[in-house]
């Protein structure tokens, strides 16, 4: 098993570009979530997906939009990039029976200049 | 809204030490979980406490709750640089996986 997978592991963008992180999880997992980790700020949760099917935000979500495309993925779109944006993103999932117990993605960093 | 503080920030230690790390609730917590980061990579789970009064040990990490459920230790014995990274605590206040995370405690241990 890959567990959870992210792509790209890298980016940069321009300010005002648009772009979308990709997260896939081959666990079986019904929730997942998007995490963004600043300096000083800790891990603060962007959106989360209990379940296939539903969305809701976390504590973080201006400026960004998620889509559960099926059970397997979680993808994480900046529609207008902004330098603010610019941070290590991960996706995590976790299964039903086990709250809390959470599997990470090794991270995407981005660079909005 | 809950928060959880950690502390101390960093540490560093000579290889062989003890060491704590502390993790503390705003609120009461209905479950808080221990992780391990490596330094520019993902969350490792280490650990869930839920009962006040609850210790769990894995390896030479030991984990507690405190009984008014509103604290939590790490206490890593005769540490290795193995255990160096970064350890965060987390919590899902409402049961809504509304997860939140304390800023994380920055470890390094020496050889």
């Known amino acids: 098993n890959a567990g959870v997978t992210q792509t790209p592991k890298f980016q940069v963008l321009k300010t005002g570009q648009s772009m979308t992180l990709q997260c896939a999880q081959d666990?079986?997992?019904?929730?997942m979530y998007w995490y963004r980790q600043d300096p000083g700020m800790g891990l603060r949760l962007i959106y989360y997906s209990a379940s296939e099917g539903t969305t809701d935000k976390g504590e973080v979500p201006n400026g960004y939009n998620v889509s559960r495309l099926n059970k397997r993925e979680f993808s994480l779109r900046l529609e207008s990039a902004a330098p603010s944006q610019t941070s290590v993103y991960f996706c995590?999932?976790?299964?039903?029976?086990?709250?809390?117990?959470?599997?990470f993605g090794p991270g995407t960093r981005l660079l909005v200049l | 809204s809950q928060e959880l503080e950690q502390s101390p920030q960093s540490l560093i230690v000579q290889e062989g030490k003890n060491l704590t790390i502390n993790c503390t609730s705003s609120?009461?917590?209905?479950?808080l979980y221990w992780y391990k980061q490596k330094y520019g990579e993902g969350l490792i789970f280490l650990m869930m406490?839920?009962?006040?009064?609850e210790e769990k040990s894995h390896e030479k990490i030991t984990a507690k709750l405190d009984e008014k459920k509103q604290q939590s230790s790490l206490h890593i014995t005769a540490s290795q640089p193995s255990h160096a990274g970064i350890y965060l605590c987390?919590?899902?206040?409402?049961?809504?996986?509304?997860?939140?995370f304390g800023t994380g405690t920055r470890l390094k241990v020496l050889a």
């Open positions: 666990m079986n997992h019904n929730s």
């Open positions: 609120k009461t917590l209905y479950g």
């Open positions: 995590a999932s976790s299964p039903p029976w086990t709250s809390g117990t959470q599997y």
């Open positions: 406490l839920q009962k006040g009064g």
């Open positions: 987390g919590a899902d206040p409402s049961g809504t996986y509304k997860y939140i």
